[in-house]
């Protein structure tokens, strides 16, 4: 859906670094949420936010952190790579209207050497 | 730990034929969604059923839900090549925090 899209899509780093993922949207939605995606694991959710100062731990965050700059805008941080955070992550939105239905964004690709 | 468990892993049926696939899941729910995922991109919301429906139709989706068995279907008919894709059933406890609970997905194959 390209009301909510995340950067970088891919992106390759090293054990130890600290790397961010962002994720905009355009939908103004008030909640948001971070998954990863591992193969035969379906998705788990890492953390969510229902607004801007409101931040919940989802079923795996040890090991990520989130900041919630403004409604629009939902970052992860990796505080300290590890291999086995390599995944696929998605950010989603929902709006408190139809809290149920979620809208994905594309994705990003995190491979930690 | 995950919600749901889906049934088949994988599928694959010629186009124009039905595909089924299943979903089940452990506790109470308020409801239950199924989501689309083409090959490494985004989920896409295809269908939410309610607690207190049954069965619920959109264009060539049906979908059943059996609260007594923990269970849901998703029946898509005459199966085109573009639905090659996996299909994940997802469910909600509470509405007050929208938490999706995801399965592990059925990823489906439909050969022209």
């Known amino acids: ?113 | 730990s995950q919600q749901g468990e889906e049934d088949p892993q994988a599928l694959s049926i010629q186009e124009g034929e039905n595909a089924t696939m299943n979903c089940s899941y452990k506790t109470s729910i308020n409801n239950l969604q199924w989501y689309r995922q083409n090959s490494g991109r985004g989920l896409v919301h295809l269908i939410l059923i309610r607690s207190n429906e049954r069965e619920k139709h959109s264009g060539r989706l049906r979908v059943t839900l059996d609260t007594s068995k923990k269970s849901s279907s998703l029946l898509i008919t005459a199966s085109r090549a573009a639905d090659t894709a996996s299909y994940f059933c997802a469910t909600v406890f509470s509405s007050n925090t929208g938490k999706l609970i995801f399965g592990q997905g059925t990823t489906l194959q439909v050969k022209p």
Not at chain 1, 44 to 62: A, H
């Open chain 1, 1 to 113: 859906d390209a009301d909510v899209t995340q950067t970088p899509r891919n992106r390759i780093t090293k054990t130890g670094k600290r790397i961010m993922l962002e994720c905009s949207q355009t939908k103004g939605h008030d909640r948001m949420y971070w998954y990863r995606q591992d193969p035969g694991l379906g998705l788990r959710l890492i953390y969510y936010s229902f607004d801007v100062k409101d931040i919940n731990k989802g079923e795996i965050s040890d090991g990520y952190s989130v900041s919630r700059q403004a409604q629009a805008k939902f970052s992860l941080s990796l505080e300290s790579a590890i291999p086995n955070q390599t995944a696929l992550y998605f950010c989603a939105t929902s709006d408190f209207t139809s809290r149920e239905t979620q809208y994905f964004g594309p994705g990003t690709r995190l491979l930690v050497l």
